[in-house]
């Protein structure tokens, strides 16, 4: 079962029905689905070759990748006597010919270059000779390891000016995410979100029938189990210095927001000039993030990091931790004494990036325009989970709550006063509000929603499936 990626694949069968030859270039971190979405988009444009490269020599790796040319379009003599990219490149470029828009993947990309980067000047050449243009031959390079394939796109690589498209693949979000466990509650549903992400290979690991607190234990709680070294795996895979990085995490994870803090919780880093190189790598694979408020001076450097990725954060907050434990078989233990008591602390962050995702991507649901920019503010004595600006040049403010009780009016009081202290409510501007709640809404809070339209409220069962109504339907859940 195919799930989830409806925008990618229009994009990607848009391209693939252009009446032109196409250079593409795929990338994201690892099991986020790059090669299931792309062959899933291939197969209904007729015939198509996947090549994934491997780390061997350069040479068993054109072999392979000819292997699979005549696997697909049939054996032939010609392409048995090419020993060389190039001349494999004009042979699909003839193949496209009879084939025509055939859809070439060649997966791993970065791994053809270790050892041999003119091969980048050698697909230029090819693609400057305008062979693919008589087929309406579609390349696509597709890629891991992120720092590599972006710098396919940067001014000094050859193929810059190439590319006809590029497709950064992010993360699945909440909705997508939650079909992979169509009979959890909405509650757990996001629960299940905030511990493996958007991460299509680990949503699938879990038993859609099973209780969250099953999944987890056999994932992650169990020397055997398929996730219980998968961050450091990770991080090992695609980076250099992999120990640093996870410490670096792992004083996020644990509450070092600052630059400052992570210094005093990172051994033999001794200063914030020492730390940021490595931040950077993190937020280009989006396990970390780098917030600044919004009220923030444009130069101020009053930045809080925070571990975006969901299963980097449960892993350093809680697997790494208890590593010891869980190997020796005590991994139900673990849960009941070490996770169950801080869920709900751990929760609280989690709903509210999950909160702030959904506006990004839904805010037109609910007030008839998109977001333009979204994120949070803080000052010396607040705090506003979401805020941010839609297209309709208006404002919005909005609080999140995972806590086991209604949203009363208080809240919105709380937030009006918050935001008369902030520089980013600009005065003449639309100000709306938004309440998001794991319990609900009082009463006295729904009332209020009813009759200002510029006061939202949603429940669990809207993050997690868009409403059968339009963006001014009923508020709550």
């Given at each position: 079962m195919f799930v989830g990626r409806e925008q990618e694949l229009v994009d990607l069968d848009r391209e693939f029905r252009t009446s032109r030859a196409s250079l593409g270039i795929v990338y994201g971190r690892r099991r986020v689905g790059k090669s299931t979405l792309l062959q899933h988009a291939a197969e209904h444009h007729g015939k198509f070759v996947y090549f994934q490269a491997t780390k061997v020599d350069e040479s068993l790796n054109l072999s392979a990748f000819k292997s699979e040319i005549a696997r697909i379009i049939g054996a032939a003599p010609l392409l048995d006597g090419i020993g060389d990219w190039a001349g494999v490149l004009h042979y699909l470029a003839r193949a496209a010919e009879t084939h025509r828009g055939l859809v070439v993947i060649i997966d791993e990309f970065p791994y053809l270059l270790d050892g041999r980067d003119s091969l980048t000047s050698v697909i230029q050449k090819f693609w400057d000779s305008k062979a693919a243009e008589r087929g309406n031959l579609k390349v696509v390079l597709c890629g891991s390891l992120i720092a590599h394939m972006e710098s396919l796109l940067s001014e000094r690589n050859p193929l810059h000016g190439r590319r006809t498209f590029s497709l950064s693949l992010e993360p699945m979000s909440l909705r997508e995410a939650a079909e992979f466990l169509p009979d959890y509650s909405a509650a757990e549903q996001i629960a299940a979100y905030a511990t493996f992400g958007g991460i299509p290979h680990y949503l699938q690991m879990c038993d859609p029938h099973a209780p969250l607190q099953e999944n987890i234990e056999r994932l992650l709680l169990a020397k055997t189990g398929a996730l219980f070294e998968e961050p450091e795996f990770l991080l090992q895979s695609e980076l250099k210095e992999p120990?640093?990085?996870?410490?670096?995490?792992?004083?996020?994870?644990?509450?070092?927001?600052?630059?400052?803090?992570?210094?005093?919780?990172?051994?033999?880093?001794?200063?914030?000039?020492?730390?940021?190189?490595?931040?950077?790598?993190?937020?280009?694979m989006r396990i970390v993030e780098r917030i600044r408020s919004l009220d923030a001076d444009e130069n101020s450097r009053d930045n809080r990091y925070y571990v975006s990725d969901p299963l980097f954060r449960f892993y350093y907050r809680f697997i790494l931790p208890n590593a010891s434990p869980i190997s020796l078989g005590f991994g139900g233990q673990v849960y009941e004494q070490q996770i169950q008591p801080h869920l709900a602390d751990y929760m609280g962050w989690a709903f509210e990036q999950v909160c702030r995702n959904h506006i990004r991507l839904h805010a037109q649901e609910r007030f008839g325009a998109p977001a333009s920019e979204i994120g949070k503010i803080w000052g010396p004595d607040f705090d506003i989970d979401i805020a941010g600006s839609l297209l309709d040049q208006s404002r919005l403010f909005g609080e999140c709550k995972w806590e086991n009780a209604l949203l009363g009016e208080s809240i919105h009081r709380d937030l009006l006063e918050n935001v008369s202290k902030s520089k980013f409510a600009t005065e003449g501007r639309t100000q709306n509000t938004v309440y998001f709640s794991r319990k609900g809404f009082t009463d006295g809070l729904r009332k209020l929603a009813a009759t200002d339209a510029s006061v939202q409220l949603i429940g669990t069962d809207e993050l997690v499936k868009a409403p059968a109504y339009g963006w001014n339907g009923p508020s709550g859940p």
């Open positions: 120990r640093r990085y996870a410490s670096i995490v792992a004083a996020i994870a644990r509450g070092g927001t600052k630059l400052g803090q992570i210094v005093t919780r990172v051994p033999g880093i001794k200063d914030t000039a020492q730390v940021t190189p490595y931040l950077e790598p993190l937020i280009r």
